[in-house]
């Protein structure tokens, strides 16, 4: 048996039980690896939680109560990420039609969304802004012409957020 002290895990909330289970957030992992199958990428919903709301505060402190803190989709976007997000009144980045799609399944506020990709489609415009989604992000004059002519063909004004390289 490997013995670790919990000082050699790489994250606070990895440990092992008294009988030398490898556990996180207390739960022993092998019966979910057996179940499952490995790899298993497993989430400890307490310190996401815990994380946004570390984040939330020190934004707030620095730059008001306005400020947006985003989750940033292409870590992991799976449903219940975007339901946490949405309670923890984070943002979200989204950076495809995809990540929209399980986010506005999800049940996320998509007014609070910024769509950030470096290669959208004009497919993809439309679809963000059919879903409702917030704040485009624009990277290049091509792109910032599209999302004006598809924004005039819906009757909208759409926000943007201009990356530029100064």
């Not at 440990?15 to 690896?33: F, H, I, K, V």
């Not at 996320?108 to 470096?118: C, G, K």
């Not at 059919?130 to 004059?141: A, F, I, K, Y």
């Amino acid at each position: 048996m490997i013995t670790l002290d919990k000082s050699e895990m790489i994250c606070e909330n990895l440990s092992r039980d008294e009988s030398g289970e490898l556990t996180l957030a207390g739960m022993p992992l092998s019966p979910l690896a057996e179940k499952y199958g490995t790899p298993l990428y497993l989430y400890d919903e307490a310190r996401i939680r815990e994380r946004c709301r570390t984040y939330l505060s020190a934004a707030r402190a620095a730059f008001g109560e306005g400020c947006r803190v985003l989750y940033a989709s292409k870590a992991a976007s799976f449903s219940r990420l975007y339901e946490i997000m949405r309670e923890e009144g984070m943002g979200i980045d989204v950076v495809s039609s995809g990540e929209i799609y399980t986010a506005r399944r999800a049940g996320y506020p998509l007014e609070l969304a910024y769509f950030h990709s470096n290669n959208k489609t004009d497919e993809d415009i439309v679809y963000a802004m059919d879903s409702g989604v917030g704040t485009l992000v624009v990277d290049n004059e091509e792109e910032l012409y599209a999302i004006d002519r598809i924004a005039r063909e819906r009757g909208k004004r759409q926000k943007i957020l201009l990356r530029i390289t100064p």
